[in-house]
């Protein structure tokens, strides 16, 4: 599932292509993948500057804003228009002026494009971008302390911290030694672990993001940075610290890497 290195890989390519460029028209081709809401027709306007927030992409028009978000299977396509055939999993294409598309494709159908006056409704509910220069160790320190979850739930949680998912919190708990069952408030020392929160994204983001199964940039390209997973899907593989079997356990209805030995319950 797309978390924010991989959102944040698409941003980066559609700002280089969509700034600028008008819709001409809009075809469905599932229903519910579009929500129309209160707000100006789409065509005739042109896109202005391309946001993200956690997991959301926030392509702003002259007068709204398409707020989309991946979910599990969502990919977007930017590229020149009649090249290729329709897939059977596009699910809405956009014909921009220039003879462009852009295309949501999405096997799985979970994902989402909400056309809004205003995006700040959902931002505001939203917790605050895991990369945004304002999140300080500090910060994140004092809503630790104020939390009742466990560090992984806390994590996954977008109500504190948003952009992180089951891949990128599984790496960061690892590197900073910590069980993800670990009470958030007795995390001692918020630093290092949001350090490697940062490190891990930082990473992923140089890397174009990681491709478990459906990930694709705007250009159809896999990420790389699965190859560098310490714990992710490695379950029964060496640890790459101590040389013990990494297990998959469940915590806050995920399916969770840990090193037994390296993230121990109670060691902080
Ligand atoms: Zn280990």
Known sequence: MPELPEVETVARELRAVL????IRSLELYWEKTFEHQD???????????IGRQGKYLLLNLDKSVLVIHLRMTGQLLARRSGQQARHSHDRVRFLLDDGLEL?????RKFGRIRHVLSAEPLLRKLGTDAMDQKLTAAL????LQKSAMNIKAFLLSQK????LGNIYVDEALFLSALHPLT???EVSGAEPLFNNIRLVL?????????????YRNTKGNEGLNQRYFN????QGLPCKKCGGPIEKIRVAGRGTHICPRCQQRGKT
């Open 19 to 22: 700034p600028g460029k008008k």
């Open 39 to 49: 707000a100006p027709p789409l065509p005739g306007q042109r896109f202005g500057t």
């Open 103 to 107: 295309i949501f494709r999405d096997s």
């Open 140 to 143: 994140f320190g004092s809503m």
């Open 160 to 163: 504190y911290i948003a952009g």
């Open 183 to 185: 009470p958030a408030r």
């Open 202 to 214: 930082q990473r992923s983001i140089d890397n174009m993001g990681s491709t478990i199964s459906d």
């Open 231 to 234: 714990v992710y899907g490695r």
